[in-house]
T-cell receptor, first 111, second 108 residues
Framework: DVKVTQSSRYLVKRTGEKVFLECVQD?????MFWYRQDPGLGLRLIYF???????EKGDIPEGYSVSREKKERFSLILESASTNQTSMYLC??????????FGDGTRLSIL | GQNIDQPTEMTATEGAIVQINCTYQ??????LFWYQQHAGEAPTFLSY????GLEEKGRFSSFLSRSKGYSYLLLKELQMKDSASYLC?????????FGTGTRLKVLA
């Protein structure tokens, strides 16, 4: 079974902090994605990566950056956390044009 | 551009059949997916259509018409545990575009 593991289920941080969300997958998928999900807005793509060291901006990249140094790991970084970044963050991975597999999500609160 | 629509909410009775529709508009298309998401949990993959027609998987079936930009998810013999949000998504070039989800309530 595909396993996508996110480092934390719940996280509370303060405004201005640098926040790291980690995601690891064990299926050798070339593609990895970071989404945020907010009520009424659905899943919105922040960044994705289709290969090691490659990254592409999604629909809402402002205030975020990513890192993919190894194929199995994709990190999302909030450079200076703000309250409007309070959300559910979901990591996913896939082979190209195949179904995505999601991690359990991180519910992030910025105070 | 990219646009995908599905109803916000639907209600059905235990044991019944329900059809959730999804329409999309895109210049690049490489497949359509359906996911189930229970409250507070991550989406889980249900079905995938890349060619026109019906794909059946137990109580769940999904249909695709590429010329009409239309798909539906059919759930038969509804159970209480089917109460969840159902997300349709298509894939263009690398990016997966999600609808906002249809919240299905199954009543006893």
């Amino acid at each position: 079974d595909v396993k996508v593991t996110q480092s934390s289920r719940y996280l509370v941080k303060r405004t201005g902090e640098k926040v790291f969300l980690e995601c690891v997958q064990d299926m050798d998928h070339e593609n990895m994605f970071w989404y945020r999900q907010d009520p009424g807005l659905g899943l919105r793509l922040i960044y994705f990566s289709y290969d090691v060291k490659m990254k592409e901006k999604g629909d809402i990249p402002e205030g975020y950056s990513v890192s993919r140094e190894k194929k199995e790991r994709f990190s999302l970084i909030l450079e200076s956390a703000s309250t409007n970044q309070t959300s559910m963050y979901l990591c996913a991975s896939s082979f190209t044009y195949q179904p995505q597999h999601f991690g359990d999500g991180t519910r992030l609160s910025i105070l | 551009g990219q646009n995908i629509d599905q109803p916000t909410e639907m209600t059905a009775t235990e044991g019944a059949i329900v059809q959730i529709n999804c329409t999309y508009q895109t210049s690049g298309f490489n497949g359509l997916f359906w996911y189930q998401q229970h409250a507070g949990e991550a989406p889980t993959f249900l079905s995938y259509n890349v060619l026109d027609g019906l794909e059946e998987k137990g109580r769940f079936s999904s249909f695709l018409s590429r010329s009409k930009g239309y798909s539906y998810l059919l759930l038969k013999e509804l159970q209480m545990k089917d109460s969840a949000s159902y997300l349709c998504a298509y894939i263009g070039t690398y990016k997966y575009i999600f609808g906002t989800g249809t919240r299905l309530k199954v009543l006893a």
